[in-house]
């Protein structure tokens, strides 16, 4: 692995802890949240919704920027608005200023899935991009579990909104690896090509002929779906453990690590068969585990068994997420790449969102089985899609086009 790689994975992964570590930040402090302000499940669901109508505002941005002025320098500026608004999380104290500061991490963080896959698809080989997506979202898990422990101490201690200023510390170390980074010489060609034949950097180009318009809306299907498990999932999870298991914010903490293991393993997995045999087979098997494994927390009444079924849920729902930039990578020209992959996972976070607010109103007005079966439903529309788009049966180890396709 050369040094620009090494950096390039580095970047990413550190990328993707930041949002992590952000998701979880919510996801702990959502209870608190809902008990020092007096609100509705539905309202505090609204919470993780509005960040991700950021991210689609902010992907959007920063897909095209990512495209036009380079990925390097794209990443600069995601970061910091990222920082501020989670460090002013400290200062918020009513649901307006919360709604407004999630808005605005959104936005930050919008930027970065995009980028980053773009940046792994240009500096390796098409038969390892499966595997280095993976690796740069285990990277980003660091970041979950920073999260996951921080929250044990802070929030009995200190409240929650003091859990946020913590966002501001990593954010320096980030901004530390990303001046290495230098743009890739497959982006600074298809640029120049670009500039040359006078080809635009926009959304229309993503739906240039009925079948990248197919290809596109599927995606954008699948990502939804993908959106809607983990962050209904995970901004939900601890609350449902803590209600289930009467377990407190710290044991929950430590419920949830385990939880993120199973993730990271099943990130491993998924890049290896996707790398090995085929992004169709890959998804198909975690797309069909995903929707049978959201069951077994019915069935979990001890530690030992919620432990085990946080594993599970973590390994297929969400084992499959840096497949998706991988994907969209391989199917989409590099002049186009950020834009594709931005606009694609953050119109997937932007409605997926909603399932957080979905999840609150199905909690507080049904139980956790009808919860289960219609995150389950979701992810079986997924597979359907999925075997609908042609792109899915080309995809085995070819490098991307250099044009759309017909």
């Given at each position: 692995m050369t040094r620009n790689q090494k950096w390039t994975i580095a970047s990413t992964a550190a990328g993707f802890s930041l949002e992590n570590m952000d998701i979880m930040f919510l996801s702990f402090a959502l209870t608190p949240i809902i008990a020092s302000l007096h609100i509705s499940q539905g309202a505090a669901g609204l919470i993780g919704t509005m960040t991700n109508l950021g991210m689609l505002f902010g992907g959007a941005i920063f897909g095209l920027l990512g495209d036009k002025i380079g990925r390097i320098k794209t990443f600069s500026y995601t970061i910091f608005i990222f920082a501020f608004a989670t460090g002013a999380m400290f200062f918020a104290h009513s649901l307006p200023v919360i709604y407004v500061l999630r808005f605005l991490a959104g936005i930050g963080a919008g930027g970065e899935y995009g980028v980053g896959m773009a940046l792994i698809a240009e500096n390796f080989e098409t038969k390892q991009v499966?595997?280095?997506?993976?690796?740069?979202?285990?990277?980003?898990?660091?970041?979950?579990?920073?999260?996951?422990?921080?929250?044990?101490?802070?929030?009995?201690?200190?409240?929650?909104?003091?859990?946020?200023?913590?966002g501001i510390i990593p954010v320096t170390l980030t901004y530390f690896v990303r001046?290495?980074?230098?743009?890739?010489?497959?982006?600074?060609?298809?640029?120049?090509?670009?500039?040359?034949?006078?080809?635009?950097?926009s959304f229309t180009r993503l739906f240039a002929t009925p079948r990248l318009t197919f290809q596109t809306l599927g995606l954008m299907v699948m990502t939804i779906v993908q959106i809607a498990g983990y962050f209904g999932l995970m901004n939900w999870l601890p609350s449902i453990v803590q209600k289930q298991q009467g377990l407190s914010v710290s044991k929950s903490s430590i419920w949830m690590i385990a939880t993120i293991i199973g993730m990271s393993l099943g990130m491993v997995v998924f890049g290896y068969i996707m790398d090995k045999f085929s992004a169709k087979a890959a998804f198909s098997i975690f797309l069909i585990g995903s929707a049978c494994v959201l069951f077994i927390i019915l069935a979990a009444h001890t530690a030992l068994t919620m432990i085990l079924a946080g594993m599970l849920i973590g390994f297929f729902s969400n084992g499959m997420f840096g497949g998706y930039g991988a994907v969209i990578s391989r199917l989409y020209p590099t002049e186009i790449r950020s834009t594709a992959n931005n606009l694609i996972m953050n119109v997937g976070r932007a409605i997926g969102g909603f399932s957080s607010f979905i999840i609150g109103l199905l909690m507080q007005?049904?139980?956790?089985?009808?919860?289960?079966?219609f995150l389950s439903g979701l992810y079986l529309i997924s597979f359907i899609v999925m075997q609908l788009l042609p792109g899915f049966r080309q995809l085995k180890n070819v490098p991307a086009p250099n044009v759309e396709p017909e």
């Open positions: 499966g595997r280095m997506t993976s690796v740069a979202a285990i990277g980003g898990q660091v970041g979950a579990i920073f999260a996951a422990l921080a929250a044990s101490f802070i929030i009995p201690h200190f409240g929650w909104n003091a859990l946020f200023l913590l001046r290495h980074l230098t743009e890739s010489q497959e982006f600074l060609t298809a640029k120049e090509d670009a500039q040359k034949k006078h080809r635009k950097i007005y049904f139980n956790l089985k009808v919860t289960m079966m």
